[in-house]
C-alpha cells in the first residue's frame, strides 16, 4: 500500500512540474480535451495488453518443453535471458528507429 501511495503522490508532483513548465517532457494538458484525452487512455490500455500478452506468449513458447508439438524447452531463467537480450537490442536500437 506504501508503495502505490507513493506512486499516486510522485505522479501528483510530476503533473504539477510538467504543467508549469513552457515545454513539458509530455504535454498532459492533453489529457484535458475529452476526445484526445479518451483516445490516449484507450491507446495506452490497449497497447500495454497486447504488448503483455505478447511477452506472457513468448515465455510459455520458450519454457514449453521440446516434447510439445511447439516448445523450444528453456529453462525459467534461460528464457528470461533471452528476453532481457532481446529488450536490450531494442532499447539500443530505439533512436534509430526515428530516423526511419
Given amino acids: 500500500m506504501g508503495s502505490i501511495v507513493a506512486g499516486l503522490a510522485l505522479f501528483v508532483v510530476w503533473t504539477a512540474w510538467e504543467v508549469r513548465h513552457a515545454s513539458p517532457l509530455i504535454n498532459?494538458?492533453?489529457?484535458?480535451?475529452?476526445?484526445?484525452?479518451?483516445?490516449?487512455?484507450?491507446?495506452?490500455?490497449?497497447?500495454?495488453?497486447?504488448?503483455?500478452?505478447?511477452g506472457l506468449a513468448l515465455q510459455l513458447?520458450?519454457?514449453t518443453p521440446t516434447a510439445a508439438p511447439v516448445g523450444l524447452g528453456m529453462s525459467a531463467t534461460a528464457a528470461g535471458i533471452a528476453t532481457f537480450c532481446a529488450s536490450s537490442l531494442g532499447f539500443l536500437l530505439s533512436p534509430?528507429?526515428?530516423?526511419l
Fill in 61 to 63: 513458447l520458450m519454457q
Fill in 28 to 54: 498532459v494538458r492533453l489529457f484535458l480535451d475529452r476526445k484526445q484525452g479518451l483516445a490516449l487512455l484507450a491507446n495506452a490500455l490497449l497497447s500495454a495488453g497486447v504488448f503483455g500478452a505478447t
Fill in 96 to 99: 534509430f528507429s526515428g530516423r
